[in-house]
């Protein structure tokens, strides 16, 4: 089982930018070894955001964020960050980062993922 942390949350502007970090203790030798981002807004379903594959570099992004957001690590033992920009209120969630092994027509399952964070709050104002 890998724990994870997350931190980076805050309240922005909307336009503006923040970077999630997930901490993660414990390792998984897997090729499928996957971390995701989730979030969920007050009153809805908890929703895919990002996810990537580390062994072979495959990611998959929701609609919503494409070409705003971006998930990346510096190397396999650095946090994992969610870099997100052009933020929008209806951004505003918390975050939940979590790991495991999907194959990667699942990767934006819930259900594929072992581990989980405790969240972060994003606030987006406009």
């Known amino acids: ?11 922005v502007q909307a336009g503006g930018s ?17 971390t995701a981002w989730f979030r969920q807004a007050p009153g809805k379903e ?3 955001v990002a996810a990537r594959r580390w062994s ?6 929701a609609d919503s964020v494409k070409g705003r957001f971006t ?10 960050f ?15 980062c979590a790991a495991g092994q999907p194959i990667l027509s699942a990767m934006d399952s819930k259900s594929a993922y072992s581990s989980w964070g405790q969240g972060t709050q994003v606030t987006v104002s406009s």
């Open 71 to 80: 998930i990346s690590r510096d190397n396999a033992n650095s946090p994992v």
């Open 1 to 11: 089982q890998v724990q994870l942390v997350e931190s980076g949350g805050g309240l």
């Open 82 to 96: 969610l870099h997100m920009n052009s933020l929008k209120p209806e951004d505003t969630a918390v975050y939940y």
């Open 56 to 61: 072979s570099g495959a990611t998959n992004y």
């Open 46 to 48: 908890r929703e895919f």
């Open 18 to 34: 923040l970077r999630l970090s997930c901490a993660a203790s414990g390792r998984i030798y897997n090729s499928h070894y996957t």
